[in-house]
């Protein structure tokens, strides 16, 4: 009884390796093999490239949100005076922060005073966000307390005002200079009201890492901010830290039933829902559009190993004559497309993640070839580009590298397989 080799039995891989390493006067396509090699890397890295700067992207932007911003706000609804004037304060702060700091997932609620003003300094005019905020509340948002650059100390705060570094910038004023906030809700006189006009002095200068909160947002202590909004006893909002911020939606209903029934709850995904929808559908599409990529790039394989079939037909002749079976002639077709798809594979997964790790330099060399302005802040709310690895954007464009490389590699080397060895030695 003849024995038979196992599939994928050395000599099956020492022929494919012969093939693919043959000379074009052999009957080799090596060219063509070179081609898909290259196209596969290339795809692959761009995928690759693309899925790390998505995600960490995403991470950045979402971890500015965090760390700049409250969690989840709670506002009144509005209430009518005597004279049906409105108003949205909150009048009992300390107990409602208190009631919403008791909650289990929350770790910090303070009361803040809120309020668009203009800042002036050196004959400059910024329109600033001023958020009036006690010392100790002050030092629970990461963003501020620690920021990436800071100028000035904290334990100031109480003596002056903190503002953003795009603030200062615009100002052109530093630690220890005066700024005048101006308001045009000031003092109530017979001939209208005056504009609120005060000078504080710089003492802590921040960079959040995020241009909109940078530029706009500046800072005063509590009690000063509820004299110059008019809003003594009251405050505008309680800005709430929680200990998952992921978890927000769980939180909803029981801080609501600690604020109170004319409480407002606003989460931070409320804010940013939309933008952060976006970015979900533009990652689905270009990762579909990059797929289609990495599609067109397997498919040089078939051309390359059509042509090998195509020259090598004689020698498949051969082999079947000599007792190969049609699956072990498929079985090396398909070695010689699959080692082009997984040389390609790993290559492009090398070139992928040395771009994610080393993005910081490439991304300052492109910027200096371009003569800079690459990468606006203004419009993209983050100051460089980030990129992050992450195990699952990896793992999933090599197994769609590989997936296409070996699917697109079956039909060519099935076509070898029926070859009738008769038919490819007639002429020789």
């Not at 005076?81 to 208190?98: L, Q």
């Not at 909109?212 to 405050?235: C, H, I, K, M, W």
């Not at 940013?272 to 929808?277: E, K, M, V, Y």
């Not at 076509?415 to 490819?424: H, S, T």
Request: charged letters at 20%.
């Amino acid at each position: 009884m003849a024995k038979t080799t196992p599939p994928f039995a050395p000599f099956e891989f020492m022929i494919a390796w012969r093939y693919l390493r043959a000379k074009r006067a052999e009957g080799g396509v090596s060219v063509m093999t070179w081609i898909s090699l290259v196209g596969i890397t290339l795809a692959v890295f761009a995928l690759i490239a693309t899925l790390a700067v998505r995600s960490g992207f995403r991470e950045e932007f979402v971890d500015t949100i965090l760390g700049a911003n409250a969690h989840l706000t709670v506002y009144q609804d509005l209430e009518f005076s005597a004279n049906a004037a409105a108003s949205r304060k909150i009048s009992d702060y300390t107990e409602m922060a208190a009631r919403i700091a008791a909650v289990p997932g929350v770790s910090h609620a303070s009361p803040l005073v809120k309020g668009q003003v203009m800042a002036s300094a050196n004959s400059r005019n910024a329109g600033v966000e001023v958020f009036g905020i006690t010392l100790d509340d002050l030092k629970s948002i990461p963003r501020i307390a620690t920021p990436e650059e800071a100028m000035g100390s904290l334990e100031n705060f109480d003596n002056g005002i903190a503002i953003g570094s795009g603030v200062a910038r615009e100002l052109g004023v530093f630690v220890g200079d005066k700024v005048q906030l101006i308001s045009p809700n000031g003092v109530k006189t017979a001939f209208g009201t005056s504009p609120r006009v005060k000078a504080y002095e710089v003492v802590y200068i921040f960079t959040a890492g995020r241009y909109d909160v940078d530029r706009t947002r500046a800072y005063l202590p509590f009690a000063e901010a509820q004299a110059y909004f008019n809003s003594t006893g009251t405050a505008d909002e309680i800005e709430v830290m929680l200990d998952d911020p992921d978890k927000v939606e769980d939180m909803v209903l029981p801080v609501f039933k600690a604020a109170g029934d004319r409480a407002m709850v606003w989460t931070w995904r409320d804010a940013s829902g939309a933008f952060l929808r976006a970015l979900e559908v533009e990652d689905n599409v270009m990762f579909v559009i990059l797929s289609i990529l990495v599609l067109i790039a397997s498919m040089n394989i078939t051309s390359g190993l059509i042509m090998l079939v195509k020259n090598k037909g004689r020698d498949i002749g051969i082999l079947r004559t000599m007792g190969l079976t049609e699956g072990a002639v498929l079985r090396v077709f398909f070695l010689c497309g699959a080692f082009t798809g997984v040389l390609g594979t790993l290559m492009g997964v090398v070139l992928g993640c040395l771009f994610a790790i080393y993005i910081d330099p490439i991304f300052s060399l492109v910027n200096y070839i371009a003569g800079g302005g690459v990468w606006d802040p203004q419009i993209r709310g983050l100051y460089n580009l980030p990129a992050k690895l992450e195990l699952a954007d990896v793992l999933s464009a090599v197994f769609l590298s590989l997936g296409l490389s070996f699917v697109v590699t079956i039909f060519p080397a099935r076509r070898a397989a029926r070859m009738n060895p008769v038919e490819a030695l007639r002429y020789e």
